[in-house]
Nanobody, 125 residues
Framework: QVQLVESGGGSVQAGGSLRLSCAAFGVTHSGYCMGWFRQAPEKQREGVATVDGNGFTRYADSVKGRFTISQDNGKDTLYLQMNSLKPTDTGMYYC???????????????????WGQGTQVTVSS
C-alpha cells in the first residue's frame, strides 16, 4: 500500500520561503506521475505543480517562477520549493501520486489514486 507523508509546512511572512517534502512509501515503480495540490478555506482544491515519470514539470500559472517541484534520484521523495510566498498561497498542501507515467496537461486535471494527509502553509501579509 502506498503511503505519502508530507512535511515542511508552517507560517511565514509574505516574501518568505518554505520547502515542502513528501516521502513516498510502498511505491514499487519509479516512473509515476506525482504532484502537489492545495486547498484554501472555502475554495476549490487546485493543482500547484506536477512531474511526469520522465521528469517533465508543469505549474499552475499562479506559482510559475516562484515554486519548483523536484524529486530525489530514487524518486521516492518529492519536494516543493516555494519562494516569494504570498498570502494567496495559504492553504493545506497535499502530495499526490498516480500509477501512470504522464500527468494531465492541466495541472488541476486528472485523478490521483494516492493522497498524503496534507501540511498547512500560512502566509501572512
Amino acid at each position: 500500500q502506498v503511503q505519502l507523508v508530507e512535511s515542511g509546512g508552517g507560517s511565514v511572512q509574505a516574501g518568505g520561503s518554505l520547502r515542502l517534502s513528501c516521502a513516498a512509501f510502498g511505491v514499487t515503480h519509479s516512473g509515476y506521475c506525482m504532484g502537489w495540490f492545495r486547498q484554501a478555506p472555502e475554495k476549490q482544491r487546485e493543482g500547484v505543480a506536477t512531474v511526469d515519470g520522465n521528469g517533465f514539470t508543469r505549474y499552475a500559472d499562479s506559482v510559475k517562477g516562484r515554486f519548483t517541484i523536484s524529486q530525489d534520484n530514487g524518486k521516492d521523495t518529492l519536494y516543493l520549493q516555494m519562494n516569494s510566498l504570498k498570502p494567496t498561497d495559504t492553504g493545506m498542501y497535499y502530495c499526490v501520486i498516480d500509477p501512470r507515467f504522464f500527468c494531465s496537461v492541466g495541472v488541476s486535471d486528472g485523478s490521483y489514486k494516492y493522497w498524503g494527509q496534507g501540511t498547512q502553509v500560512t502566509v501572512s501579509s
